[in-house]
Nanobody
Framework: QVQLVESGGGSVQAGGSLRLSCAASGYTKSPYCMAWLRQAPGKEREGVASIGSDGTATYADSVKGRFTVSQDNGKNTLYLQMNSLKPEDTAMYYC???????????WGQGTLVTVSS
């Protein structure tokens, strides 16, 4: 059974930084792709950043230039470095994973990021 465990959320002031981590285990298909999504109160879940099977990173326009997604394949861990945080980045951040050619089908429990002005 696939398990995705996020960590690293917290409260920061605008302009601050946080680094999220997502540790994956139990997956059997390869290549395995992972992504970060977020859901703000009263809003739908939206994609933030992902890494494709070829290692290419993709970002939502709202976070380009501020967030960096990376992965450590040896540790089966996905990271999200978030710099220059804004109050509108406040959300529950989720890690998703799945066989690259099937899409995301597993989710972590989420980690809360709160940015105050």
């Amino acid at each position: 059974q696939v398990q995705l465990v996020e960590s690293g959320g917290g409260s920061v002031q605008a302009g601050g930084s946080l680094r999220l981590s997502c540790a994956a285990s139990g997956y059997t298909k390869s290549p395995y792709c992972m992504a970060w999504l977020r859901q703000a109160p009263g809003k739908e879940r939206e994609g933030v950043a992902s890494i494709g099977s070829d290692g290419t990173a993709t970002y939502a326009d709202s976070v380009k230039g501020r967030f960096t997604v990376s992965q450590d394949n040896g540790k089966n861990t996905l990271y999200l470095q978030m710099n220059s945080l804004k109050p509108e980045d406040t959300a529950m951040y989720y890690c998703g994973g799945g066989y690259c050619y099937d899409g995301l089908d597993a989710w972590g429990q989420g980690t809360l990021v709160t940015v105050s002005s």
